[in-house]
């Protein structure tokens, strides 16, 4: 078992000079954790600097509250990013300066063996962002067909022994329900023929239970393209990813935004005489350096992309 780690933000330098901050700026931390980027933000902000930040998780906003009491230039709202426009009208905000996404999960949830979200650490198997609701994943796990299981662990595990993994957690439920992690770790390990050297073998797995519970594809995909009615033009989008299938969509996005889509189909009989445009790309992708994945082995996988948002051209 590993140790525990403390939460560290990734890619805090790359962030902060890929937001473009001003001291008076408008910013939007749209997945706070423990608040890691938002404490660097606000170094930069001056009196009239404001942040919202925002999360699912109610324990998240608790401890943002109590790090951050007194503060004026910050407020912590509850809830999902996918509602960012809805987040920033109840705020009175109509326009922002940079908004940051950092997907995945915070080292507190995967170090607190009750949120369910390791393989090594003991305790339900729930994986919910926020408790409060739905059902846990254990219920789904229990009830869903063997396909679907398959289908799930394949498209967001890009797991390659899914068949193999749900035919063995439908064999074992059929003995008895499968409720906390040390039993699905289990079943994993045995049903996996290879082992990768430094990887648990439920680590795939683990991953796309994960991401089905808290509907995270939809909810990015809801959330960059909340963001552009709320940039304001010369704003700027920071993403950061943690596997393949977030950065694809992101990737996609802002390919998409900055009219190259069309540059993948260059055989078209009929070109689009114009094309719609609101997004630039700033840089290429960004991982972290040498240094800090070693310090921090959790940012190794991380990948931030950047854009900004320029004002439409047909």
């Known amino acids: 078992m590993t140790e525990d780690l403390p939460h560290r933000p990734v890619l805090v330098d790359e962030v902060i000079k890929a937001l473009k ?17 938002t404490a660097a ?5 001056g009196v009239a600097g404001r942040i919202l930040a925002i999360d699912r998780d109610p324990e998240a906003i608790e401890a943002g509250r109590k790090r951050f009491a007194g503060d004026a230039r910050i407020a912590l709202i509850r809830g999902r990013f996918s509602m960012l426009r809805q987040h920033l009208e109840s705020s009175g905000i109509t326009a922002v300066d940079a908004i940051l996404l950092d997907l995945g999960v915070s080292s507190p949830q995967l170090d607190e063996g009750l949120r369910g979200f390791s393989f090594m650490r003991p305790g339900p198997l729930d994986m919910r962002m926020d408790p409060e609701s739905g059902p846990p994943v254990s219920e789904w796990l229990n009830a869903a067909p063997e396909q679907e299981i398959r289908e799930l662990l394949e ?5 390659r022994f899914a068949r193999r993994i749900a035919h063995a957690i439908v064999v074992e ?10 039993t699905l770790a289990r079943i994993i390990r045995q049903a996996v023929p290879v082992h990768e050297r430094g990887k648990h073998p439920a680590t795939r797995s683990f991953q796309a239970l994960r991401m089905h519970v808290n509907q995270e594809i939809s909810e ?11 940039l304001a033009h010369g704003g700027r989008l920071a993403v950061i990813s943690f596997h393949s299938i977030e950065d694809r969509i992101v990737k996609q996005f802002i390919r998409a935004g900055e009219g190259r889509d069309q540059e993948d189909l260059p055989d078209l009989p009929i070109r689009p005489a114009a094309r719609t445009i609101h997004l630039k790309r700033i840089g290429r992708p960004i991982r972290p350096s040498s240094r800090e994945s070693k310090e921090n082995p959790r940012a190794r996988s991380a990948v931030l992309r950047v854009a900004e948002r320029v004002r439409n051209d047909a």
């Not at 901050?21 to 980027?37: Q, W």
């Not at 498209?155 to 797991?159: A, D, K, P, R, S």
């Open 173 to 182: 439920r059929g003995s008895a329900a499968i409720r906390n992690t040390e």
């Open 220 to 230: 990015l995909e809801q959330a960059l393209s909340h963001s552009m009615d709320a």
């Open 21 to 37: 901050l001003r001291p008076e700026g408008r910013y939007v931390d749209a997945t706070f954790g423990r608040g890691g980027h």
């Open 155 to 159: 498209t967001l595990g890009e797991e």
């Open 41 to 45: 933000i606000l170094e930069h902000l």
